[in-house]
């Protein structure tokens, strides 16, 4: 097994965009029939955003909800309801993340966002994420244990190596999925085989 630096969660981000718990009457306003679309827990499926479009608000409203908007590259995670489903934002959007939602921003001379995604998918991170969280009825997690998270990263060009190829498995699973149900359940295994061997490193202190 390949020994790999390992770093907080914390010291290889730029920012984490928390806004749980805000809501347009916190801030001096009410929701819109149309305008810029936010986002929480509640659409984050199967690694995407999906298109439900529940709230909107007003121009000024996004102002002050999101004086640091998203970006390509960073990473949704719910924080509880459900816990850990995660999301990578690869186009540019105006949305305003709201109810039950970070979004990480990676240093990009560090590390990868979509390796990041892949991490928090299935690495060891992601069990870390999982042991970390709080609560009896529902489990969640805090920023302050969020950003305590332990990494291991290889350079920047084997990350970036490592989520492409985990993403040609991803894309092949979903074009077989349509028609061919059992290749589909070998590939799913063989996927899950390489992302295991990918993103499993014997840590070595930073």
């Known amino acids: 097994m390949e020994t790999e630096p390992s770093f907080l969660l914390g010291e290889v981000l730029t920012s ?6 805000k809501t347009p009457k916190k801030l001096g306003g009410d929701w819109t029939v149309g305008g810029h679309r936010v986002i929480s827990a509640i659409n984050i499926k199967n690694g995407r955003v999906d298109a439900n479009n529940h709230h909107y608000i ?14 390509v590259g960073d990473v949704l995670l719910t924080s509880e309801a459900p816990l850990g489903s995660v999301a990578f934002i690869d186009s540019p959007v105006d949305w305003a993340i709201g109810q039950r939602l970070f979004a990480l921003r990676p240093d990009p001379s560090r590390l990868d966002g979509r390796y990041l995604f892949h991490l928090l998918r299935a690495g060891a991170p992601r069990a870390e994420l999982l042991a970390r969280s709080t609560g ?6 805090r920023q302050s244990e969020l950003v305590k998270i332990r990494v291991a990263l290889p350079s920047l060009e084997r990350q970036i190596a490592i989520a492409r190829t985990l993403e040609q498995f991803g894309s092949l ?25 990918l993103l499993t490193f014997e840590e070595a202190p930073a």
Do not use: C, F, N
């Open 16 to 21: 984490v965009i928390d806004h749980r718990g």
């Open 58 to 71: 007003s121009e000024a409203m996004y102002a002050k909800w999101m004086p640091t908007p998203l970006q």
């Open 136 to 141: 009896s009825t529902v489990s969640g997690i």
């Open 173 to 197: 699973s979903a074009a077989l999925s349509i028609s061919l149900p059992a290749e589909l359940a070998a590939r799913r295994k063989q996927y899950e085989y390489y992302r295991d061997k």
